[in-house]
């Protein structure tokens, strides 16, 4: 289904994605960055994985932006014992009007606009499997049959790095199909202040829902629509490729590095900067908005060699030298 969006309602579109923020950060203390990357990933039809110590309002942060959009919402709490069939859904024996039996399939909680995955490291792999193949096919296909998921269709899935017992690292590959991988970290003094203050009274926060499937589907396909100059295009692509051992000049790649990323990380780098100009009322993409978005597209997309987990060398650390060493284009806005 493509969607499309008339001249007169652009400006419309874009202030609601103003006020989506807005809503966010009324109930979210501190945090800005990872929810303006939330919102980015939502315009640019990607999922996402939050990483961070229990109790950074890693969940809350999820379920107010389901609050604030008309969508169907479900949280699937990933643990040892869960079952594929758990996620996707299973088939029962039902008797029909006619009292003839007969199978019937029923739809598992990823059958939502936008899906919670809670501490998805917690599942066994088949279970991860299930759940990430539906995310990359956007369908389910069981029994032979094949039931696409609804749109838009959104994962959150979130990961707590401090606990390691009984915990199945999402593999490499897997990792590859969250387009955003954000960190969430401790808040200032003065967050951390405003948040006991008001957690602990009686304030109750109000969400009000900004935008519904349609008006997200517009917003989605106006991103498509943002302009990134072939100047842009061939340094996202530079960055990927000097992220490969085999292929970079860089000395903290070669020491630190085994696999690079692969070439979906160019794909979700641009994206994610399209919807980043399209946020700030941009319809073409500036060097900056590249820059902004690379750290969250690169660093569950680096795999670590021996030496460099031995040297301590954390992926952002590699992404951070290719941002210094890879040459910025002279004319970013070319297109020759």
Known sequence: MTTTVNDADVDALLAKLGRLEEEIAGVIVGQKEAVRHLVLALLAGGHVLLEGVPGLAKTLMVRTLAQALELSFKRIQMTPDLMPSDVVGTEILERGADARRRFRFQRGPIFANLVLADEVNRSPPKTQSALLEAMQEQAVTYGGETFPLPRP?????????????????????????????????????????????????????????????AELLAA????????????????????????????????AVRRAVEWGAGPRAAQAMLLAAKARALIAGRFAVALDDLRAVALPVLRHRLVLSFRGQADGVRPDDVAGALLAEVAEPRSPLADA
């Open 153 to 213: 269709f959104f994962v959150l899935a979130t990961q707590n790095p401090i606990e390691q017992t009984g915990t199945y690292p999402l593999p490499e590959a897997q990792r590859d199909r969250f387009l955003l991988h954000l960190l969430i970290d401790y808040p200032s003094a003065e967050e951390e202040e405003a948040m006991a203050g008001a957690t602990t009274g009686d304030w109750r926060p109000e969400v009000t829902a900004v935008l519904d499937g």
């Open 220 to 251: 989605q396909a106006l991103v498509r629509q943002v302009h990134v100059s072939s100047a842009l295009v061939r340094y996202a692509v530079r960055l990927v490729r000097a992220s490969r051992p085999a292929e970079t000049a860089i000395d």
